[in-house]
């Protein structure tokens, strides 16, 4: 383990197990988010998780590729946090993402 990224991989972490994803995937979608925005995972616990974002997306449609990309990876972020997709991309231009998984 090298990188923050790593940390759900090697713990065998199931937080978000109910939407299909284990501790190896979140780890890519992670690496993923740590190599294009600074993501640093800072908090995780039994199903959320807390990242801390270097640089937000700098264009308009990358954050709604970012937005969709949020979407398939915690999907209650939007279907029991903004209702939609539209009113949740404001978040994606601060300083920390935060997930929680039902």
């Given at each position: 383990?090298?990188?923050?990224?790593?940390?759900?991989?090697?713990?065998?972490?199931?937080?978000?197990?109910?939407?299909?994803?284990?501790?190896?995937?979140?780890?890519?979608?992670?690496?993923?988010?740590?190599?294009?925005?600074?993501?640093l995972l800072?908090?995780?616990?039994?199903?959320?998780?807390?990242?801390?974002i270097?640089?937000?997306?700098?264009?308009?449609?990358?954050?709604?590729?970012?937005?969709?990309?949020?979407?398939?990876?915690?999907?209650?972020?939007?279907?029991?946090?903004?209702?939609?997709?539209?009113?949740?991309?404001?978040?994606?231009?601060?300083?920390?993402?935060?997930?929680?998984?039902?």
């Amino acid at each position: 383990m090298t990188r923050p990224a790593d940390v759900p991989a090697a713990i065998g972490w199931v937080g978000a197990c109910n939407v299909g994803l284990m501790g190896g995937q979140i780890s890519a979608v992670l690496r993923s988010w740590e190599d294009r925005f600074g993501a640093l995972l800072m908090q995780m616990s039994f199903d959320t998780m807390s990242l801390q974002i270097a640089q937000s997306p700098p264009a308009e449609d990358e954050l709604t590729v970012l937005g969709h990309e949020h979407a398939l990876f915690c999907p209650d972020n939007i279907t029991q946090g903004t209702d939609t997709l539209e009113a949740y991309l404001p978040q994606l231009s601060g300083k920390g993402w935060n997930f929680w998984w039902d």
